[in-house]
DNA sequence: ACGTGCGTGTTACTAGCGGTAACCCTAGTT
DNA sequence: AACTAGGGTTACCGCTAGTAACACGCACGT
């Protein structure tokens, strides 16, 4: 039969692509984002030719890459955020959630961060900020969707959602990545200071005397 | 005399390099940051090699070049933050001036963001978020400053106003990236969404009945 | 007047990248 | 036995960042 045969090979190539991601990733784990092509074709013991069959290209390769690690790592974060608690011990979860996993892979983190930069092949017309931060997107548009579900925030709702998704996310990340670099702090108190910041201590913070009054 | 020979020809240097610079300017302004080094040296009407004897390579002119964008912008954003105006006011007159200036030139803004990445040669050993995105840094690290001086936030103020700065800052950028890229509204209802988020909306709103009490 | 540096510029090259065309070789079908 | 279909490789293209090595010009000390 056509369809068996058509199955047995489907399988043998998902077998292969699962085999040639997970050299990837070994490679990307190693080397960060500017892992070669010949360097992964290397490490999955075949040669290049091989992964643009699967892959088409780079970005191909590194959008299929990314989208296994950022599944994972979404699954934790709504793990974190639907867990049974009140919504700042959830909030606190989440951030911490996040924390934990760029600390214990940096690498992965930063080819996450920044999959398909500096090509010099046909890159042009790319419209500022599509094909950047695929992770950083999708954290937003989960939150933003998840904050429009359960909160009561008025007219106008799901536009504040949306903002507030990306906004809080970036929080997240830049802070996470200042704090990765300088390490000012524990994971803790970062996630402590954060959740302060979200929950209007700025507002609340009474001026210094002196200054020209901010 | 040695010394005035000294200064004409690093007046001269001088002039040129900013010649260079902005040729450079031009240049990443048409074709964003993966302008070559081949097509910048033409647009300077000189060849490579000049362009490496006064910049070292290509991060040292990358880092040139923002290094001029970025004061220039952080001028600006000191200027809104230092207006006469409560407290309020001031930040949202600060993150319409940062959205401002990147939908005004996003090609630099883009280039801002991501100075060096993907060079394919000895990039190696480069300390996740190191020579990354210098203008978060330094706008996190002004900021930060700036709340550490004027409020009072009690035991422990130096590193919170660290971790707002860089979180806040993220917040903004990531705000910005996106809504650079998707236009879902306008400047001023972003600035008022997020200075509201900021005002602490987040930790004030009700939750919405039926859900799992988010 | 004459070499002699020194700054400024070029050409021509290396090494490595992403990506591809052309070939090759083995397994299964008829 | 002949033919075909995939999986695989070699060898290449065009591009990049970066670098010798060479060439012109101009002020200088002797």
Chains 1, 2 share one sequence.
């Not at 398909?116 to 890159?123: N, S």
């Not at 094909?131 to 954290?139: D, E, F, I, T």
């Not at 548009?141 to 998704?165: C, F, K, M, N, Y």
């Not at 803790?188 to 001026?207: M, Q, T």
Request: hydrophobic share 40%; net charge neutral.
């Amino acid at each position: 039969m056509d369809t068996t045969q058509r199955t047995e090979q489907q399988r043998s190539a998902d077998r292969r692509r699962r085999e040639l991601l997970e050299a990837a990733d070994r490679v990307v784990l190693r080397d960060g984002p500017q892992a070669s092509m010949n360097a992964i074709a290397a490490e999955a013991g075949i040669t290049k030719p091989i992964l643009y069959r699967h892959f088409g290209d780079k970005s191909g390769l590194y959008a299929a890459l990314a989208k296994r690690h950022t599944d994972a790592l979404l699954d934790s974060l709504r793990a974190a955020l639907d867990a049974p608690a009140d919504r700042r011990e959830r909030v606190e979860a989440t951030l911490d959630t996040y924390l934990a996993a760029i600390e214990a892979r940096p690498q992965v983190y930063r080819f996450l961060m920044h999959p398909t930069e500096g090509g010099q092949t046909a890159d042009q017309g790319f419209d500022v900020g599509k094909h950047s931060m695929p992770l950083l997107r999708r954290m937003g548009e989960e939150l933003a969707t998840v904050i429009e579900e359960r909160l009561d925030l008025g007219p106008g709702s799901q536009q504040l959602a949306r903002v507030w998704g990306h906004g809080i996310v970036g929080m997240m990340h830049a802070a996470g990545d200042w704090w990765l670099g300088e390490r000012p702090c524990s994971r803790a108190e970062l996630v402590r200071s954060l959740a302060d910041l979200l929950w209007g201590r700025l507002a609340a913070a009474g001026d210094k005397m002196g200054g020209p009054g901010f």
